[in-house]
Each structure stands twice: as C-alpha cells, then as structure tokens.
C-alpha cells in the first residue's frame, strides 16, 4: 500500500518563505509525475507546479518566479520552496504523485494536505 504524506505548512508573514515536502511510501513503485496543488477556502483546488520524471517542470502563472518544486528520485520526495509570499497564497497544499506499483497498478495518489496561511 502506498502513503504520500506531505510536511511544512504552517503560519508565514507575508514577504516570507516555506518550504512544503512530500514523500512516498510503502510499496515498490515507479514514479512518475510529482506536482502540488491547493485549495483556498470557497475555491476549486488548483495546480500550482508539477515536475516530470526527467525534470521538467511548469507552474501556475501566480507563482512563477516565486516558487520552486524539485524532486529526489532516490528518497521518492517532491518539495515545494514558496518565496515572497502573498496572502493569496493561503490554502491546502496538496501533494500529487503519478506512480505505479509492483502490481502494475498506475494511478495518482494524494496526500492528506498541509495548510499554508500567510498573515501578519
């Protein structure tokens, strides 16, 4: 069975940096696509960045040149790292990863999500 389970949310000043982690186990698995996503109160959840499995990468338009996402294929772990944060950024951040197992199932797992606020 596979866990995603993500970390580092919490309560930031606007101007401030955070830095999210999301990692997967239990089974053996292939992994492909990691991306995060978010969801801010009364809004659909929406993509905020995604990394292939050869690195390359696409963001939402809000968070380019703010956010960076990276992968280690070796621990299976995708962070997030959110610069100059606005208050728009407040939401559930989820983790998002492509992955097949051992059995050969191949579907997208979710984590359980981690709030962000950004507030003075």
């Known amino acids: 069975q596979v866990q995603v389970v993500e970390s580092g949310g919490g309560l930031v000043q606007p101007g401030g940096s955070r830095r999210l982690s999301c990692a997967a186990s239990?089974?053996?698995?292939?992994?492909?696509?990691m991306a995060w996503y978010r969801q801010a109160p009364g809004k659909q959840r929406e993509l905020v960045a995604a990394i292939t499995s050869g690195g390359s990468t696409n963001y939402a338009d809000s968070v380019k040149g703010r956010f960076t996402i990276s992968r280690d294929n070796l621990k299976n772990t995708v962070a997030l790292q959110m610069n100059s944060l606005k208050p728009e950024d407040t939401a559930v951040y989820y983790c998002n990863i492509d992955l097949k197992t051992d059995l050969g199932s191949r579907r997208a797992h979710w984590g359980q999500g981690t709030q962000v606020t950004v507030s003075s």
């Open positions: 239990g089974s053996t698995f292939i992994i492909y696509a």
